[in-house]
């Protein structure tokens, strides 16, 4: 499967974002789908995470600011950022990884910049 991010982008603090992750084939409902994201000078790190069953995950300093969600039908992935901090600037990547295997795919990173 291919991925394609999109929606990044310059925000003000406590503006909000929607990240979109869209991915190619037929197969895409059988991956378990995930954002990361890599600020200058830290390792990356996952932020949120959406199974083939819609269950969700979230890194704390997102909790109650990000929503992550999926569109089967459109093969996409959202993560809807809300209460951006200068601290959620980054480059955010997806990720897809299918169940029960080892097929695992990038997109092409997506750049964040909240300004204080």
């Known amino acids: 499967v291919q991925l394609q991010a999109s929606g990044g982008g310059l925000v003000q603090a406590g503006g909000s974002l929607r990240l979109s992750c869209v991915g190619s084939?037929?197969?895409?409902?059988?991956?378990?789908i995930g954002w990361y994201r890599q600020a200058p000078g830290k390792q990356r790190e996952q932020v949120a995470s959406?199974?083939?069953?819609?269950?969700?995950k979230y890194v704390d300093s997102v909790k109650g600011r990000f929503t992550i969600s999926r569109d089967n039908a459109q093969n996409t992935v959202y993560l809807q950022m809300n209460s951006l901090k200068p601290e959620d600037t980054a480059v955010y990547y997806c990720?897809?990884?299918?169940?029960?295997?080892?097929?695992?795919?990038w997109g092409q990173g997506t750049l964040v910049t909240v300004s204080s």
């Open positions: 990720n897809a990884v299918i169940v029960g295997g080892t097929d695992e795919y």
């Open positions: 959406v199974s083939v069953s819609g269950s969700t």
């Open positions: 084939g037929r197969t895409f409902r059988f991956y378990a």
